[in-house]
């Protein structure tokens, strides 16, 4: 009885992934350090979430020729979520953790991030660092950055290490 209260109490950590090799190291680093050495009995319930964009947002145009492109985004973008999460069920068995929720979710991935931070309750949101320039963070805005500052738990950014010649 006393494993089944444990399991119930476990804290949820949710990951960010999508189809760069930051998301990848950075789920990596997550199961070796959280999950791998654990055998069975991790101390975190893990959900992965990967924000799909909307059609839209993927084009982000209007007018006359968008009604007939939007179909053949949205069949690309499905792939790229199908692909996104099979490489990380992949990794996940690889590193022989079974048990994990993985979702995909339209919309901006710093607001699906933080809305399943609250969904899930969750106590740790882990995020990978795409290591974008000065210029392009301001432009695009860093998922990392927003996240740091919006979700309602500790957020932890894997950075990869810089390879050294």
């Given amino acids: 009885m006393a494993s089944q209260a444990a399991v119930a109490e476990k804290q949820?950590?949710?990951?960010?992934?999508?189809?760069s090799e930051r998301s990848t190291y950075a789920l990596e680093w997550t199961l070796d350090h959280f999950?791998?050495?654990?055998?069975?009995?991790?101390?975190?319930?893990?959900?992965?979430?990967?924000?799909?964009?909307?059609?839209?947002?993927?084009?982000?145009?209007?007018?006359?020729?968008?009604?007939?492109?939007?179909?053949?985004v949205d069949a690309d973008l499905k792939k790229i979520a199908a692909r996104v999460?099979?490489?990380?069920?992949?990794?996940?068995?690889?590193?022989?953790?079974?048990?994990?929720?993985?979702?995909?979710?339209?919309?901006?991935?710093?607001?699906?991030?933080?809305?399943?931070?609250?969904k899930h309750h969750a106590s740790i949101l882990v995020v990978g660092s795409h290591g974008y320039g000065a210029i392009k963070r301001a432009v695009l805005g860093s998922v990392s950055d927003y996240c740091a500052h919006h979700a309602h738990c500790t957020v932890m950014i894997v950075k990869r290490p810089k390879l050294k010649h």
């Fill in 12 to 19: 949820v950590m949710v990951v960010g992934i999508d189809d």
């Fill in 35 to 72: 999950f791998t050495p654990y055998a069975s009995d991790h101390p975190f319930k893990l959900v992965l979430v990967h924000s799909k964009p909307t059609p839209f947002s993927a084009i982000g145009i209007a007018g006359p020729g968008a009604a007939e492109v939007l179909p053949l």
């Fill in 85 to 118: 999460v099979e490489k990380a069920r992949e990794l996940c068995s690889t590193k022989s953790v079974q048990d994990v929720i993985v979702e995909v979710v339209e919309g901006d991935a710093r607001n699906v991030l933080c809305e399943a931070v609250e």
